[in-house]
């Protein structure tokens, strides 16, 4: 067994994975005190009765400078065993057809490599995280590229780190886009708002794709926007620790 840590901004997707197989998935909070995750590691493993001996390595993706190396003390404390920082070096089991792919984030590559397996053919990804990222996968396995904006925490965060008089609001689901007071204004604007950009780009990416692609959706905010998508979309919220996964299954000693 091993662990895979999808390292964001906000928040970290956490897995236990038996080869492929998920055994369990938790989530916690980027900016926690390095000290947390240790004794988080070993509650949640208890808790999955997954024995600390059982776990032979441990990968992460990570898009926060330094993060790797707190986790990667923690796993150490608690597993005994190194963590893998997956790079651009790291084989996202795709192509990918961009000028530069080592300036391409690991997380979009992983989770269009997971994404592509899943579909077995062209998708387009839409990660909804503290950025809001569409991408597109040929027919053929290649990684074509897509678009990046701020995700829906980053949009409602800047009006009221931006303005004087615009409150901070949660995300909650408007009633409607018609607002009838300033929170659920900054509600219905982020999501629509989102909703209506990735519907937008989703049609674009649609038109200069070789297949017609399915789409998929994941990331931490997934759920918030997903009812508020017009696009047909199957959700997926495990794409980069899946993706994590076959990277850690490639790199694994045979024996």
């Known amino acids: 067994m091993f662990l895979a840590f999808d390292i964001g901004n906000?928040?970290?997707?956490?897995?236990?994975?038996?080869?492929?197989?998920?055994?369990?998935r938790w989530r916690m909070?980027?900016?926690?005190?390095?000290?947390?995750?240790?004794?988080?590691?070993?509650?949640?493993?208890?808790?999955a009765g997954i024995g600390l001996s059982?776990?032979?390595?441990?990968?992460?993706?990570?898009?926060?400078?330094?993060?790797?190396?707190?986790?990667?003390?923690?796993?150490?404390?608690?597993?005994?065993?190194?963590?893998?920082?997956?790079?651009?070096r790291t084989d996202p089991g795709i192509d990918v057809?961009?000028?530069?792919?080592?300036?391409?984030?690991v997380d979009r590559l992983l989770a269009a490599g997971a994404a592509f397996r899943r579909v077995g053919g062209?998708?387009?990804?839409?990660?909804?995280?503290?950025?809001?990222?569409?991408?597109?996968v040929s027919s053929a396995g290649c990684f074509m590229g897509g678009t990046i904006?701020?995700?829906?925490?980053?949009?409602?965060?800047?009006?009221?780190?931006?303005?004087s008089l615009l409150p901070e609001v949660n995300l909650a689901a408007p009633a409607s886009a018609l607002g009838r007071d300033t929170r659920e204004c900054i509600r219905a604007g982020v999501l629509f708002g989102?909703?209506?950009?990735?519907?937008?780009?989703?049609e674009e990416l649609s038109d200069a794709a070789d297949r017609p692609p399915r789409v998929v959706l994941t990331g931490g905010d997934a759920h918030v926007l997903s009812p508020f998508l017009k696009s047909t979309h199957d959700s997926e919220p495990d794409l980069v620790l899946r993706g994590l996964a076959c990277a850690f299954g490639k790199r694994k000693p045979k024996t």
């Open 54 to 88: 059982a776990v032979e390595g441990a990968i992460a993706s990570s898009v926060v400078r330094g993060m790797t190396d707190v986790m990667g003390r923690a796993v150490r404390s608690v597993a005994g065993c190194d963590l893998i920082e997956a790079d651009p």
């Open 97 to 105: 057809a961009v000028e530069k792919p080592e300036a391409v984030g």
């Open 10 to 24: 906000s928040s970290i997707g956490c897995a236990v994975f038996d080869d492929e197989e998920l055994r369990t």
């Open 122 to 136: 062209s998708v387009i990804v839409v990660d909804a995280g503290t950025a809001l990222t569409v991408d597109l």
């Open 149 to 163: 904006s701020p995700g829906l925490k980053a949009m409602a965060n800047a009006l009221s780190s931006g303005t």
């Open 194 to 202: 989102a909703a209506g950009a990735v519907d937008r780009v989703v």
């Open 29 to 47: 909070d980027t900016e926690l005190a390095s000290a947390v995750y240790s004794t988080c590691l070993v509650d949640v493993l208890e808790r």
